[in-house]
């Protein structure tokens, strides 16, 4: 074979391996106000970025990272593989919604974390929508203007970290799994966290978090016949809504609630049950509501350390002291 043709199958066999690695998946790729979806091409890489999340999507290994350079608005998106999507603390990444869902997902096994993006619902139903997957993490996220900026209905666990809820009718719904609230602020929204089982057992726990100018409730939990729900409240700042903390169960369900260490203010109701269900309380400061504790035909314990005072009413209906230990 002459040097020509061995010089032109080479340069053949070249071009056909950079296509072959073009066109695989990367375990980071990138998205940036100044690149183009075009850049699929060259996997969204850091020198040639895509411009919005749905197409760095498709050339993101499962498991693998997309990260934003600079900020802007990156489009809503629909996730069916496990992936995490990063803002870097100072780079603003916004999600407008004006229909349907910010980050969708419905896969099976998948395992998502969204860091720092900014979710503004502007006809959209909800901010993060996940009816099925293995895990949900949010972090450093900001939800306004929905009807749910998290809605969680799958059996796997969620995690909500250092996050923002602001006008919503429900900050996070969570109707099914487990759920991990942990520094996170929910302001005027009807509900700030609403727990509802459908089916099985719903199971969060609330802790150094805020609730404030709910309508309805801070943090609310029931269940629907034949369902569980528990609600664990630890360490935060319940004030200003219509009910602090409200539990209640529907005939032939089972809701309890704990609500420890907390501070309840300027509530109409701070801590309230009704319908049957149980709330044990303990170590709570709860001042200058309309109502303190309220037990409508329920069972409210209380360990007897609690600070009920200069309520409109400090008590209604029957609360029953136990001993800690």
Not at 24 to 40: K, L, P, Y
Not at 214 to 237: D, P, W
Not at 256 to 268: C, D, E, I, P, R
Request: glycine residues 12%.
């Amino acid at each position: 074979m002459s040097n020509l043709l061995r010089f032109t199958a080479l340069a053949g066999f070249l071009a056909l391996m950079a296509a072959a690695l073009s066109a695989e998946a990367a375990q980071r790729t990138f998205v940036s106000t100044a690149g183009s979806d075009a850049n699929t091409a060259a996997n969204c890489s850091r020198p040639s970025p895509c411009r919005g999340f749905t197409a760095a999507l498709t050339v993101t290994d499962a498991g693998g990272e997309i990260i934003v350079l600079d900020s802007g608005g990156y489009g809503a998106v629909a996730i069916a593989q496990s992936v995490s999507i990063i803002a870097p603390e100072g780079v603003y990444a916004g999600i407008s919604v004006f229909s349907g869902s910010g980050a969708s997902i419905a896969t099976a096994g998948v395992n998502v974390i969204l860091r720092g993006l900014t979710f503004n619902g502007l006809g959209g139903a909800s901010g993060v929508n996940m009816s099925d997957g293995a895990g949900l993490v949010v972090d450093r996220c900001h939800f306004r203007n929905f009807t749910d900026g998290v809605y969680f209905a799958a059996a796997g666990k969620l995690r909500v970290l250092d996050s923002i809820f602001n006008a919503n009718g429900y900050g996070i719904q969570a109707r099914g799994g487990t759920a991990m609230i942990a520094r996170s602020s929910f302001f005027e929204n009807s509900y700030g966290a609403y727990v509802a089982a459908t089916a099985g057992e719903t199971v969060v726990a609330v802790e150094k978090s805020v609730a404030s100018g709910s309508t309805a409730s801070g943090f609310y939990v029931s269940a629907a016949s034949g369902a569980t729900a528990r609600l664990m409240v630890t360490e935060s700042s319940i004030t200003g809504n219509v009910n602090g903390v409200f539990a209640y169960a529907l005939s032939g369900s089972t809701v309890s609630t704990t609500v420890s260490n907390s501070t309840l203010s300027y509530n109409s109701n701070a801590l309230r049950v009704d319908g049957g269900a149980v709330m044990v309380v303990s170590g709570n400061t709860v001042t200058r509501n309309n109502m303190g504790l309220s037990n409508f035909s329920s069972t409210l314990k209380s360990a007897g350390n609690n600070a009920v005072e200069e309520n409109l009413g400090n008590t209604s209906g029957t609360i029953t002291s136990f001993v800690t230990m």
